[in-house]
């Protein structure tokens, strides 16, 4: 299965039960290092299929986020109320990382109240593409 190529397609396996929801983001942001701004830009442009609510806020979080970094705007549908949380999500469930991940939470996630670490939205950087990657 190649990696997911859009925000969008993160929602859908994750409906369809074809891929989990944390690896389809992994997987995704494995896909956004080697876009194109024209393909990075498509990537967000979809609103993807509601998840529930932790899932739909990161979604957003997520496209504001990368796009921000790219210093373009994010596509309207990240700022429907539905792409908000109404209490705190803190990652990992430890009461004593929630200062941590306050302080080092992106902005897009935090104003959602997500708070993630600073290195949740990293990847190893790579060189190969999906066509390289051998078959299994």
């Known amino acids: 299965m190649r990696?997911?190529?859009?925000?969008?397609?993160?929602?859908?396996?994750?409906?369809?039960g074809t891929q989990p929801f944390d690896p389809a983001v992994r997987e995704f942001m494995d896909s956004w290092q080697l876009m194109s701004s024209r393909e990075r830009e498509a990537a967000v442009?979809?609103?993807?299929?509601?998840?529930?609510?932790?899932?739909?806020?990161?979604?957003?979080?997520?496209?504001?986020?990368l796009m921000a970094c790219d210093r373009n705007l994010a596509p309207a549908w990240t700022e429907k109320p539905e792409r908000f949380l109404h209490e705190p999500f803190f990652a990992g469930g430890l009461e004593s990382l929630k200062a941590i991940l306050i302080v080092e939470s992106p902005s897009a996630f935090r104003r959602r109240l997500i708070f993630i670490s600073a290195?949740?939205?990293s990847r190893p950087h790579r060189a190969t593409t999906d066509d390289e990657l051998p078959p299994g």
């Open 45 to 65: 442009e979809s609103e993807p299929a509601l998840l529930g609510d932790v899932k739909d806020a990161y979604l957003g979080a997520l496209a504001e986020h």
């Open 119 to 121: 290195d949740g939205l």
């Open 3 to 16: 990696r997911p190529r859009s925000i969008a397609e993160i929602a859908a396996r994750a409906a369809a």
